[in-house]
């Protein structure tokens, strides 16, 4: 069920959190968030300690694919969230060059520190747009669910 969170408690709950050191999940599905509260919410995020959350949940707002690319930046840039080597989301090297690139101590380290985490953006409408987005941010990373269930994607989306 709703709980009536728009774009401006968006921001203010992203503000909340960031206050929050143990905060494993947030959970906004269901509201009317859209591009901008998620915009707000994803420079609030930034300041997280990413390896603690498990799972980030807007599904069911007003999201497109706008509010999916500064969530998934964000999310996917988090140390720990299954990069190799820790790297950034913005680096699109092959991931057997990641590999090539690192000791095999900071590979290693890397690969103990994963956990599954989750990144639900389900039942918005980001369209083939938004899935393409989604897709270069998750490009290289291991150990991710994510849900996108009912977001208008045809078979453009599918192909990133």
Known sequence: PSKFVGDEAAALLGTLAMQCRRLRNIDLS????GDQGAAALARCLAFLPGFMLTLLNLSGNLLTARGADDLAR???SWPGNGSLGGESQLDQ???KEQILGHSCVAVSASLKSMHARTLDL???AL???GVAVI???MC?????RL????VGCGNKGLGA
């Open 135 to 137: 897709a270069r941010h």
């Open 74 to 76: 964000v999310f996917f």
């Open 93 to 95: 090297r092959d991931p």
């Open 140 to 144: 290289g990373h291991r150990g991710i």
């Open 147 to 150: 849900r996108l269930r009912s």
């Open 127 to 129: 369209q083939d747009e």
């Open 30 to 33: 269901q509201n009317a968030i």
């Open 122 to 124: 389900s039942e918005n």
